[in-house]
C-alpha cells in the first residue's frame, strides 16, 4: 500500500500562535486552520478573541508573530 495524494483538494495551512503572555503558561500554543496563509492568521486571530477575550489590536499582534506553515495535502491509501 502507497499513500497518494488525493486529487482537486485545497491546500491547507496552520498558523501557531504562542499564548504565554495570555496565560502565564510558557508551553500553551494556540494552532489554527485556513486555506490560505491569511485565512490561517484570520482563524487564529478570532480563537484569541473569542476563547481569550484578548483585544483586537493584541490578537492582531500574537497572530502576526505567530508560524504560519503549509500542511501537505491529505492522502488516501492507494495500491500499487
Known amino acids: 500500500m502507497v499513500q497518494a495524494v488525493r486529487p482537486n483538494e485545497e491546500p491547507l495551512y496552520s498558523c501557531t500562535v504562542l499564548v504565554e503572555t495570555l496565560t502565564a503558561h510558557p508551553d500553551e500554543e494556540v494552532v489554527s486552520f485556513g486555506n490560505s496563509p491569511e485565512n490561517a492568521?484570520?482563524?487564529?486571530?478570532?480563537?484569541?478573541?473569542s476563547h481569550y477575550g484578548c483585544p483586537l489590536e493584541k490578537a492582531?499582534?500574537?497572530?502576526?508573530?505567530?508560524?504560519?506553515?503549509?500542511?501537505?495535502?491529505?492522502?488516501?491509501?492507494?495500491?500499487?
Open 41 to 49: 492568521r484570520e482563524q487564529a486571530q478570532q480563537l484569541l478573541i
Open 60 to 80: 492582531q499582534q500574537l497572530a502576526a508573530q505567530g508560524t504560519v506553515e503549509a500542511l501537505s495535502p491529505w492522502c488516501a491509501a492507494s495500491d500499487r
